[in-house]
Nanobody, 129 residues
């Protein structure tokens, strides 16, 4: 499995934006479905969004629709999650994860934790009010 690493988190005020990146330390992300998840203290890990590297399909969970945008950048071998209009409920540790190689389509069925084989260490996003 391709190891992945997150970057771009930090502290932001309500209404602000952050652009999270998920990069591969080896391998080509174009062959994988990349998912973004988040985990807030005392809560279970929640699926946020995913993008399929082969066909470009995307999916957004309820918390992400209309505010977050996921994209892939093959030249950079990275996937990005742009977080807009952030609010304190978005405060969490955000993780990217890679699914099995050569899978196709990103749908709600790709937001199960068990689908993903390689996880990053997570990155903190804190939204201050």
């Amino acid at each position: 499995q391709v190891p992945v690493v997150e970057s771009g988190g930090g502290l932001v005020q309500v209404g602000g934006s952050l652009n999270l990146s998920c990069a591969a330390s080896g391998g080509t992300l174009d062959y994988y479905t990349i998912g973004w998840f988040r985990e807030a203290p005392g809560k279970t890990r929640e699926g946020v969004s995913c993008v399929n590297g082969l066909d470009g399909t995307t999916y957004y969970g309820a918390s992400a629709k209309g505010r977050f945008t996921i994209s892939k950048h093959s030249a950079e071998n990275a996937m990005y999650l742009l977080l807009n209009r952030l609010n304190p409920d978005d405060t969490a540790n955000y993780y990217c994860a890679a699914g099995p190689p050569h899978s196709i389509q990103c749908t709600d069925q790709r937001m199960g934790i068990m689908f993903y084989r390689s996880w990053g260490r997570g990155i903190q996003v804190t939204v201050s009010s």
